[in-house]
């Protein structure tokens, strides 16, 4: 299992002061495609329930555009990159969660491959929202708008290497052979990695794997999925 107990820690810290002064706190994690943004913030959640905060996540993956859409603009193949999502209905809705709104949000169901509108709600009285993404302090209109709207941010610092190992496992576990698996990453997914690594804003907090930290050998430690 692996240990982001430190992780969880620090951040979790920071929620808390935040919430003790303000009704709702947006926490954004951060990260390139294999980083493990999913599994930080369901730890973080179950973390500050356990706490007494009412807690939600929020994935950017809903604004997903359907393929029929990405096939009419000829962006199939790019799935995953900034302009394959519903940018600004992403931003809309995240300015909706900073005002305090109850908000009613799309689920994205990767078994099927769709967003399922209307699967999510955070309520009005949800005192911590975590949004994670790929995007959420990319550099590029519209997703600039949204780095002013995070009370805290968490930018997941994985290398390049190490990310492109865990994408082509994903598409393994897919069922695609080893050559579609590695043509599938390196065609898209790496380069949308390299593209969060380099157009992202800074974040507040830079979280590292802990081989990194300590200076082991790469592989031993690190996020999952």
């Known amino acids: 299992m692996l240990d982001i107990t430190s992780h969880i820690n ?5 929620v808390h002061d935040l919430a003790s002064r303000k009704p709702r706190v947006i926490v954004a994690i951060v990260g390139a495609p294999g980083s493990g943004k999913s599994t930080l ?3 973080l959640a179950r973390r500050l329930e356990r706490q007494k905060l009412v807690s939600r996540t929020v994935p950017m993956d809903g604004f997903h555009l359907d393929n029929a859409v990405l096939d009419l603009w000829g962006l199939r193949t790019r799935k995953g990159a900034p302009e394959t999502f519903d940018a600004r209905g992403f931003v809309l809705l995240a300015k909706r969660l900073a005002r305090g709104e109850e908000v009613i949000a799309p689920v994205f169901d990767r078994a099927r491959d769709i967003a399922i509108a209307g699967a999510q709600l955070i309520e009005a009285d949800a005192q911590v929202v975590i949004v994670e993404g790929n995007y959420l302090l990319l550099d590029e209109a519209p997703w600039s708008e949204l780095a002013r709207l995070w009370d805290v941010s968490a930018f997941l ?8 190992a865990r994408l082509i496992a994903r598409w393994l576990g897919h069922g695609l052979s080893r050559a579609a698996a590695t043509q599938r990453a390196m065609h898209n997914d790496v380069p ?22 300590a200076g082991n050998a790469p592989g031993k430690a690190g996020y999952q999925g």
């Open 10 to 14: 620090a951040l979790a810290e920071r």
């Open 41 to 43: 913030a369901a730890e």
């Open 157 to 164: 610092d994985v290398p390049l290497p190490d990310l492109r």
């Open 192 to 213: 949308n990695a390299q593209r969060v690594i380099e157009r992202s804003r800074p974040a507040d907090l830079v979280l590292r794997p802990a081989y990194m930290e």
